[in-house]
């Protein structure tokens, strides 16, 4: 078996094994965690697009829907060429976890299109997009399955997501349809501030880990995996609070600076060099296989799952892990870590201030209300902040980490909303 195919699997065994651990302390109803175990639907469509070329292309999409007993099913699409099914199944099972800890009005889903975008030109990935949305068909809506930017997607696919949904719609009913994606342009109804919300919230939760611990970030230095939308803006709020960034890496290299790197300019370095840190000169390139081993005291992965193994745990120096990617640390190390004393805020805390501000554009646009950027930042600062303290007092009350006291507060919720409604019929 590939180690490609190992890793995919691995991502549904760690979520398994961290939800089954929770459900174990906090002596989960047994029925309860049988329903909590599978997912509610999946869906695999293959359809047809045509290229700039003329020929014509199959594509394989998947959106998996885990749980729906607290709301609309809600989570990204990536275009990824690690897309499959377990993949899917696994961060749809991370989302409904998130949904639920945050305390929004969700469920969670997850899916995309398993492809590496960069070969495609813009024109095919509208078409890619396009076909997709129309295959998925009545499996997304408003008010039933929300999708949202992930890896490797952003506004402008929402905007073609939701023209593509809109125009399936009879004209009386479209304007009742603007909700059926959240990460859109704010042209197009997006909300200010979604684009640097989930950067943001793992920014707060390392600022709110450090007064708890009364840790003062300035001059501290931290490392980002991940130079995308969630590493750059993490590192940019880093920067702001006078941390400094001695190495980041991303899809195409790594690259290491004692003395810091500025986050700015490294990120206008990579927007004119189609996306890649590579060739930035106020930086050294090193090996990928040193780069979770440098010297910090914050670690930020923010790319994707499994990134923290077995290989690497050894080497990493980091006091505090700020996970802003799903899934990046798996079971074995995390043991590892911990035993280490190295903290972990994991992914369904750390990183849920972009579906927190997804649920803030979908009310936006269910009220036909447009809130400035500081009410959005302002809004995500309390939530984030009332989920952190909650983690922090279950972690005490359990003796656990705060991985398995936010997956018990998370699945507590559940729980609670079966019990009172009950299992059909």
């Known amino acids: 078996m590939s180690d490609k195919k190992k890793r995919k699997q691995g991502m549904l065994e760690n979520v398994m094994r961290q939800f089954n651990n929770a459900a174990d302390i906090m002596e989960l109803n047994p029925n309860i965690r049988k329903i909590l175990s599978i997912t509610n639907n999946e869906i695999v469509v293959h359809f047809p697009v045509k290229m700039d070329d003329g020929n014509v292309e199959i594509f394989t999409g998947y959106r998996v829907q885990h749980n729906n007993s607290l709301g609309p099913y809600k989570g990204g699409l990536r275009y990824h060429p690690t897309v499959d099914i377990d993949a899917a199944r696994a961060l749809a099972m991370w989302m409904t976890w998130k949904t639920s800890l945050a305390g929004l009005p969700y469920g969670g889903a997850k899916g995309g299109i398993q492809l590496d975008p960069l070969k495609y030109s813009q024109s095919e990935l509208e078409r890619i ?40 719609k009879a ?16 042209g ?38 991940g130079f995308g939308n969630v590493g750059y803006w993490a590192s940019y709020f880093m920067q702001e609070e006078g941390a400094l960034m001695v190495g980041v890496q991303d899809a195409y290299g790594s ?11 490294l990120f206008a370095h990579s927007r004119t060099n189609r996306g890649s840190i590579l060739g930035y000169t106020k930086a050294n390139e090193i090996n990928k296989e040193d780069f979770f081993a440098l010297d910090c005291d914050i670690c930020i992965p923010s790319a994707l799952g499994n990134q923290i193994t077995l290989k690497n745990v050894g080497g990493i120096k980091a006091k505090l892990i700020a996970e802003g990617a799903n899934g990046p640390t798996d079971v074995e190390a995390e043991r590892i870590l911990l035993d280490r004393e190295i903290e972990i805020i994991p992914d369904i805390l750390c990183n849920s201030g972009g579906v927190i501000c997804s649920y803030f554009e979908w009310l936006q646009n269910r009220n036909g209300e447009i809130w400035t950027l500081d009410e959005v930042l302002e809004k995500l600062q309390r939530k984030l902040f009332d989920s952190f303290n909650r983690v922090l007092k279950t972690a005490q009350e359990y003796k656990v980490d705060l991985r398995t006291s936010a997956f018990i507060i998370a699945i507590k919720r559940l729980e609670d909303t079966y019990v009172q409604r009950g299992v059909f019929p």
Do not use: C
């Open 129 to 168: 997009t396009r076909r997709f949305t129309y295959a998925l068909g009545t499996n997304i809506g408003p008010e039933f399955d929300i999708p949202a930017p992930d890896v490797n997607t952003n506004p402008q696919i929402m905007a073609w997501i939701l023209d593509t949904f809109m125009s399936t």
């Open 171 to 186: 004209p009386s009913d479209r304007s009742a349809n603007m909700h059926v994606v959240t990460g859109k342009p704010i």
């Open 188 to 225: 197009t109804g997006g909300s200010e501030g979604r684009d640097r919300a989930t950067g943001f919230g793992v920014f707060l939760n390392i600022k709110f880990w450090a007064a708890h611990n009364q840790v003062n970030l300035k001059g501290k230095k931290f490392i980002v995996q």
């Open 255 to 265: 690259l290491a600076n004692k003395e810091g790197i500025s986050v700015t300019d």
